[in-house]
């Protein structure tokens, strides 16, 4: 019911929904892995504090258990689990068309390609998604100006 309503952990308000005490509630959330105490005291449901940056999350929690903080081996032990695989630099490719990668981005790359010295000069840059396909149109603003001279 609290996570139809908020992606927040609200134990005092499952608490009083639920009618038994705090730590019942906390207990009951934890042991069944529902939720986990973060090293600044909140609670976080599992899918969101095991996602995302993993690798910060578990220095905290490593952090926070050498500072003597307790609790924090199931939060370190859970984080471990789903650390992905360190992957060199070098092997991080992006292939033209990626959504996630800014237009301006793509201005620069062009820029490089056609040998435009500077990438603002390329203007109207636009890229389309969509259907597994894509697309960049632009205009080179120095051809304009040296056509206009």
């Known amino acids: 019911m609290a996570r139809n309503e908020s992606m927040d952990i609200d134990i005092a308000k499952i608490t009083k929904a639920v009618h038994v005490s705090e730590d019942e509630v906390i207990h009951e959330l934890e042991g069944s892995g529902a939720v986990f105490r973060t090293p600044a005291g909140n609670y976080e449901v599992s899918d969101v ?18 500072a003597g903080q307790k609790g924090m081996e199931r939060n370190i032990e859970a984080l471990q689990k789903v650390i992905p695989k360190t992957v060199p630099y070098f092997q991080i490719e992006a292939k033209l068309g990626a959504p996630w990668v800014k237009p301006e981005h793509y201005q620069q790359f062009i820029a490089e390609m056609l040998g435009v010295t500077k990438p603002e000069e390329i203007a109207d840059i636009k890229i389309r998604f969509g259907g597994g396909s894509w697309g960049v149109r632009f205009e080179n603003k120095a051809s304009q100006i040296a056509s206009a001279n």
């Open 49 to 66: 504090y095991l996602s995302g940056n993993v690798r910060r999350k578990l220095r905290e929690a490593q952090d926070a258990l050498d």
